[in-house]
Every structure is written in structure tokens, then in C-alpha cells.
Antibody, heavy 125, light 113 residues
């Protein structure tokens, strides 16, 4: 059974750095093609992809947020950590992590085939 | 970046009727290596993560009712919900995964009339 769970602070002060952890089970970074990424959903707005990290250490970021984001993985702990600097009230959102994985043909059927339940992060003083 | 434009922003449909949602990408998302359009449709309800309905633009995810169907190729795509049920009230998003950055449409809210 594949599960992902996001954890982190629910309240962050403006200008602070947000650190979120995605803990997962049922798969590992030892599998070719596996990635774990982050997506956020501000209240009343559209979904927004943030970042992804792959089994081989490859990283991709949203260009609009690249200067503020960093993603790392701990293969032994089955965890991925996203940090976002200089938080602002507009960054208030539910933050989700999700898994990327290739099918038997070697292609990605989905952007993310499994998602966590998300964590609501509020940025306010 | 590939811009995904969804329309309409919202629609109200009577039970049993059809809902049609459009999604247009600013460039083709057809991957020549496997002739697949890298577009997914999601359904999202309050307090829940998005749920996959359709991948590769027209392939229904396992367990999704057959009243949901996806069509289109290249840059123009459609999600159709036939015989609308009360439980279909939700926000629907398209997303391209052809290239980075992965981008979403703005969402379409489907309400029951």
C-alpha cells in the first residue's frame, strides 16, 4: 500500500522559512524513475506545482519560485523535505506531496499517481 | 511555460444532464514517442486532494465511472460528464505533464442546478 503524508508547521510568520516533510511508504527511491514532488493549493485559487526530486537526485522547480525553494531527499528514511524561504501571506495554502512513477512501458501515466492528504499552512503575523 | 486555459470557470447542470469542460494548452502536449497527450483531468472536493479521472487525455482511471470521458489532442481537450450525478459537484482541473514546469488550468466549478 502506497501512502504519503505531509508534516510541518500550520502557522508561519511572514519572512520566515517553511520546512515541510513528506514521509512515504510502499515505494522507495531505489526504483528507477521514481520521484516525489510538491503541489500547493491556495484557498479559492488554482493548484500550483512547486518542485520534484527524482531517484537519481535530479531536481526540478517552478521557475517563478525557484529562488525560494529547495528540495532534498533522504532515501534511507523515505522522506522528502521542501524548504521555502521568505514566506508571505500569499503563500497560505494546502501543501501536498505526491509520487511520480513510470508504468511498465517506461512512461509516466500521471504527473503524480499518489497524493498525500495535504497540510494547510497559514502565513500570518 | 505551457499555459493551460480552462473554460468555463463554472457551470450549473441539472441532474442527469451533460457537463462539458474545455481545456486549451498554449502549445501541443502530444508526445511523439508514444503518441500520447500528456494531459490529466482531476476532480477535487473540499478538504480532499485531487482525484485522477482521466490520464493521457482520454484514458479513464480504474474505478472512475464511465460517465466521465476525455477527448482531444494536441492543444484542445474536453472533459465530459454524462448523466450528471449529485456526487459530481466539485472543482475540475486539467494539468499538462508534457514538460516542466508542470502547469494546471484554472479550474471549473460544477454545480448542480
Amino acid at each position: 500500500q502506497i501512502t504519503l503524508k505531509e508534516s510541518g508547521p500550520t502557522l508561519v510568520l511572514p519572512t520566515q522559512t517553511l520546512t515541510l516533510t513528506c514521509s512515504f511508504s510502499g515505494f522507495s527511491f531505489n526504483t528507477n524513475g521514481v520521484g516525489v514532488g510538491w503541489i500547493r493549493h491556495p484557498p479559492g485559487k488554482a493548484l500550483e506545482w512547486l518542485s520534484v526530486i527524482y531517484w537519481d537526485g535530479g531536481e526540478r522547480y517552478s521557475p517563478s519560485l525557484r529562488s525560494r525553494l529547495s528540495i532534498t531527499k533522504d532515501t534511507s528514511k523515505n522522506q522528502v523535505v521542501l524548504t521555502m524561504t521568505n514566506m508571505d501571506p500569499v503563500d497560505t495554502a494546502t501543501y501536498y506531496c505526491g509520487r511520480r512513477s513510470r508504468d511498465n512501458s517506461g512512461y509516466y501515466r500521471f504527473p503524480f499517481d499518489y497524493w498525500g492528504q495535504g497540510v494547510l499552512v497559514t502565513v500570518s503575523s | 511555460d505551457i499555459v493551460m486555459t480552462q473554460s468555463p470557470d463554472s457551470l450549473a447542470v441539472s441532474l442527469g444532464e451533460r457537463a462539458t469542460i474545455n481545456c486549451k494548452s498554449s502549445q501541443s502536449i502530444l508526445y511523439s514517442a508514444n503518441n500520447k497527450n500528456y494531459l490529466v483531468w482531476y476532480q477535487q472536493k473540499p478538504g480532499q486532494p485531487p482525484k485522477h479521472l482521466i490520464y493521457w487525455a482520454s484514458t479513464r482511471e480504474s474505478g472512475v465511472p464511465d460517465r466521465f470521458s476525455g477527448s482531444g489532442s494536441g492543444t484542445d481537450f474536453t472533459l465530459t460528464i454524462s448523466n450528471l450525478q449529485a456526487e459530481d459537484a466539485a472543482v475540475y482541473y486539467c494539468q499538462q505533464y508534457y514538460t516542466y514546469p508542470l502547469t494546471f488550468g484554472g479550474g471549473t466549478t460544477v454545480e448542480i442546478k
